[in-house]
């Protein structure tokens, strides 16, 4: 009886897994072919798949090559207004400058989200992060984004920090070391402040070598330890001038 | 003149200025009564996001309706077609400034959810039974999908034997997930965007009982988040769960009031999403 059910089962073959749940495989093992099949899902019918498929090329895949393998369907779903921040900045890596890429401001409404905690933004915002890295005469203008920003704004510039090429961008993000405003944490449990996170996030971008651990991240840090933090990026960017 | 809602928990935010009100994406449907409106003329300013049309009160679907109904109220059906920001306008004879009604039309995200129940090699295990999940998805998804156009997907449920003693009481330091929490994602699903781990006992390091854990922003991370979730999480589970997956969703406790899902205290919370949860749930 078993041997019979089994060689029905196998007739059948396994059951076929979704297809949200087959990009979030590719996802996780995250090679050569797996981002390229990211690639293609972006031209997927479904919003949802768009949305999977953007956000594990910005997080899991090389971002440049991210960007070249999907070409004109990151332009589309970008132009179909997609949720993911991170398919707007990966526009930033592309060879030349996209032509979705100017459209984005202007379409009233557009917001967009980065993982990681924090609220939705403008997709104006991601636009001016990845047009920076486009063209440094581009920087000017997101280098306002670092005057007084809102909450959310802050936290979304320093999520995209390893997007960000603009020396004098770099810089301003110091200025979050003494943001002590009230930030999410890591996990639903304990708060922090802004300040806490930009040292991780300068720690990651800068690839500091502090004499306090960052990792698992999620701590508050001392102002002693943030002044490290400030001295060591200074130091990091004047260097190499 | 203003716009109110007509049923429960579908997504109308009346905090806001305008008012606003999610609409799903492909012929999705919501309703909203226009009070004092005679007279007025409503449209759609952007007819490829939203439609709206008049329709009688005996024209409504049945379902929950909210209080206050006042005759004279007119009633409307906005319909959602493709997703983006838009904008119904009233005007009337008289009136200096337009009356407004935003509408975020959404398409459906979906989230794929794998449960556990722990157990360890010390005799540990979740109370918790399988029957939770069959119980709690469909509010779940009244909560998610009526206002933000999330829906909340099984992929899974599993038992977890842990071969290793995970001790009477799972800690973790404050604000981070712990030994044991980085420990259980690692045996987690990795093709889902959230594995929700059903444990006995979860306390901060600092000695203070925590109900649940979970990851914040982890929904559109490119892998999945983790939700521990203790026995004894006290009063309202099925709302303190909807409101884990919030955080998952990228959501955060400052700024919401106690009828919100967002709101931090356990057995008191309401189940409504704002605005801001929404846009950020589902930008």
């Given at each position: ?118 609220g ?64 999410p944490?890591?996990?639903s ?53 | ?142 909560i998610?999908?009526?206002q ?66 979970t990851?914040i ?22 709302l303190s769960?909807a409101h884990e997956l919030g955080h998952h969703m990228g959501l955060d406790h400052p700024g919401h009031r106690q009828i919100d899902l967002m709101w931090d205290f356990?057995?008191?919370r309401g189940l409504n999403l704002t605005?801001a949860d929404v846009?950020t749930a589902?930008?």
């Open positions: 009886m078993i041997v019979l059910l089994a060689s029905f089962l196998l007739a059948q073959g396994a059951p076929k897994p979704s297809k949200a749940s087959e990009v979030m495989r590719w996802a996780s093992v995250a090679g050569t072919a797996e981002c390229k099949a990211l690639a293609g899902a972006l031209g997927d019918p479904s919003y949802d798949i768009r949305f999977r498929a953007a956000s594990a090329l910005y997080w899991k895949c090389d971002r440049k090559q991210a960007a070249a393998n999907g070409g004109k369907a990151l332009c589309s779903a970008v132009e179909r207004q997609i949720g993911e921040a991170g398919a707007i900045l990966l526009l930033g890596y592309a060879a030349q400058r996209p032509a979705c890429l100017d459209g984005i401001a202007s379409k009233k409404g557009y917001v967009v989200v980065l993982a990681g905690g924090g939705s933004v403008p997709a104006a915002l991601a636009s001016r992060v990845a047009a920076a890295r486009l063209d440094p005469a581009d920087a000017a203008s997101l280098r306002s984004d670092f005057d007084k920003p809102s909450l959310d704004t802050a936290l979304f510039l320093l999520k995209a920090l390893p997007d960000i090429e603009d020396r004098e961008c770099q810089l301003l993000t110091l200025h979050f070391l003494e943001d002590h405003r009230d930030a944490g890591v996990v449990s304990g708060r922090r402040t802004i300040s806490d996170i930009a040292v991780e996030s300068l720690a990651a971008r800068f690839q500091l070598k502090t004499s306090f651990a960052t990792k698992p991240p999620g701590s508050r840090y001392s102002q002693a330890q943030r002044d490290e933090v400030r001295t060591l990026v200074r130091s990091l960017l004047e260097t190499h001038k | 003149m203003e716009f109110k809602r007509v049923f429960r928990v579908q997504g109308m935010d009346s905090n806001t200025n305008p008012k606003f009100q999610m609409v799903p994406s492909n012929s999705g449907k919501r309703y909203v009564a226009l009070r004092d409106g005679a007279g007025a003329t409503v449209i759609s300013v952007v007819p490829a996001i939203c439609t709206i049309v008049e329709i009688r009160e005996n024209q409504l679907p049945a379902d929950d309706r909210a209080t206050g109904a006042q005759a004279g109220d007119r009633y409307f059906c906005i319909t959602g077609t493709t997703k983006g920001v838009g904008l119904i306008m009233v005007t009337r004879t008289g009136l200096l400034l337009p009356l407004f009604l935003e509408v975020g039309v959404k398409d459906k995200r979906e989230q794929l959810v794998m449960f556990h129940f722990v157990s360890d090699n010390a005799r540990h295990r979740t109370r918790r039974p399988p029957a939770v999940i069959g119980q709690w998805l469909p509010d779940i998804n009244y998610w999908k009526r933000a156009n999330v829906v909340f997907v099984r992929h899974g449920s599993q038992n977890l034997p842990v071969a290793q003693n995970l001790q009477a009481t799972i800690t973790h330091p404050e604000g981070q997930l712990g030994t044991t929490g980085t420990l259980l994602g690692t045996l987690g699903d990795q093709t889902v965007n959230i594995n929700v781990f059903f444990i006995w006992v979860l306390q901060n390091t600092n000695g203070t009982d925590t109900d649940a854990l990851t922003g982890t929904a559109n991370s490119g892998g999945p988040g983790i939700c521990m979730f203790e026995d004894d999480a006290g009063s309202g589970q099925m769960f356990s057995g008191q605005k846009n589902n930008p």
